[in-house]
Each structure stands twice: as structure tokens, then as C-alpha cells.
């Protein structure tokens, strides 16, 4: 019996990680997509596999489609209902992915951008959502007396950090976003339309960026050789 278990978590490491496609992880909430079958294939392979050493043939194969079933619906179910289930608290959400454990423990250097960078603030207005809390901040929405989202070029001031260096004061950046950081101590850079807010951040090894650097020319490409060189 300890084998067979050995043998299945070493299959389920197997299928759900090291053999597992690129376009899987992607559309396992569409019952009957390509990704959600192409792993239910792959888990039952290595499921006969894995039993095959131990039990007999008509057991293996009936253990295969029973395993195979099982973690198909699974899959489908968190990702169609939990996942993305509205309502859902984002607790909840959170503790079935972990990422709100591990992304907060990471010690090199993490480059948040646009939305990346207001996930790791402490709460957003937008689906009133509770963030990372990496920045002790509040993420508001734009105000309607300004045209929502922004959208193409603005001024970046105050510049902090070894993040600007070789970037001048009022540079031009590319943003597109409906919600911002407010003014904070870990502000290193500063944008104003409706309000002045905080369009990039930093505290320890994190980093985060309102505007998009990689489609800022050639002040955004200094900025992301910057990052890499932190």
C-alpha cells in the first residue's frame, strides 16, 4: 500500500508539473477544452503507469479512468466556480493558489507593473479587493471629472532610486489604468492626472510601476535594465 501511494503522488508531481503544457493551466474552467483534456490524458497516463508494477491490468485500467475522472471535475470545479466565482471571498481565493503566501516571502527582486504593482498595495477599490499589503497603501479610482482610463502618455517626477537612474525628471510613460496609488512614503516617482498619486513604488526587493515600461521606448527599456541590475 505505500508503494501504490508513493507511486500516485509521484504521478500527480509528475502530471502537474514537470509534464505539464504551457496552454493547460489556461482553460481548465472550459469543460471540454483542449488544455482541460490534454492534462486529463496526462494524469491518466502516468496513473497506469504508476500502478501498473503493483496491481493488475483490469484494476489499472479501471483506477486510470476513475482517477482521471475525479481530477478532471476537480480541476474544472475550482477553476469555473472557486477560482473565479464572484463573491467568493478573496481569502479564499487566495489559500487555494498560495500565491498570497509565497509572492510576499520572495527575496530577489520582484517588478510589479500596472496591475502587478497595485495587487502588491494593501486594498483596491476596483471589486474591493484586499492586496498583497507588500505596500501600505490604498488603490483608488479616478474621479469622473477626468476621461477614465487614462490612456497613452504621462509625466513621471520626484524619481527615487537606482530604478530612474539615467531617466530625467518629467520623462514621458505609457499608462493605461482606471485606478491608482495613492501618495505613500514608499513612493519613488509621481504622475498627476485628476490627483498627484504614486505611479511607481518600492519597499526591500519590491518594486512597482504604474506605467508600462516596456512600451515606454527607450526611457522604459533603461528603467527594466535598471531593475535587472538591482
Known amino acids: 500500500m505505500i508503494e501504490i501511494m508513493t507511486a500516485l503522488l509521484i504521478k500527480h508531481f509528475l502530471a502537474d508539473y514537470v509534464f505539464n503544457p504551457a496552454y493547460e493551466p489556461t482553460d481548465k474552467h472550459i469543460y471540454g477544452s483542449k488544455g482541460s483534456l490534454a492534462h486529463l490524458g496526462t494524469h491518466m497516463a502516468f496513473c497506469f503507469l504508476a500502478l501498473m508494477w503493483f496491481l493488475p491490468l483490469d484494476i489499472v485500467i479501471y483506477a486510470m479512468l476513475f482517477d482521471g475522472w475525479v481530477h478532471y ?58 492586496g498583497l499589503g507588500i505596500f501600505d497603501v490604498e488603490v483608488k479610482r479616478f474621479s469622473n471629472q477626468v476621461k477614465v482610463p487614462q490612456i497613452g502618455w504621462n509625466q513621471i517626477s520626484n524619481l527615487q532610486t537606482k530604478l530612474f537612474q539615467g531617466i530625467k525628471e518629467q520623462e514621458f510613460m505609457y499608462l493605461v489604468h482606471s485606478f491608482y496609488a495613492e501618495k505613500c512614503k514608499e513612493m519613488i516617482a509621481e504622475t498627476n492626472y485628476d ?20 512600451k515606454s521606448s527607450q526611457a522604459g527599456e533603461k528603467i527594466l535594465e535598471n531593475f535587472l541590475k538591482c
Not at 490627483?195 to 516596456?214: D, R, T
Request: aromatic share 10%; charged share 25%; glycine share 8%.
Open 73 to 130: 471535475h476537480e480541476d474544472w470545479i475550482k477553476t469555473k466556480y472557486l477560482y473565479k466565482r464572484k463573491g467568493l471571498s478573496d481569502r479564499f481565493r487566495r489559500a487555494l493558489t498560495g500565491l498570497d503566501q509565497l509572492i510576499p516571502q520572495l527575496t530577489k527582486p520582484v517588478l510589479g507593473i500596472c496591475l502587478g504593482m497595485q495587487l502588491m498595495c494593501k486594498h483596491s477599490e476596483e471589486g474591493d479587493t484586499k
Open 195 to 214: 490627483v498627484a498619486y504614486a505611479s511607481a513604488l518600492k519597499k526591500n526587493n519590491f518594486f512597482g510601476v504604474q506605467f508600462h515600461p516596456e
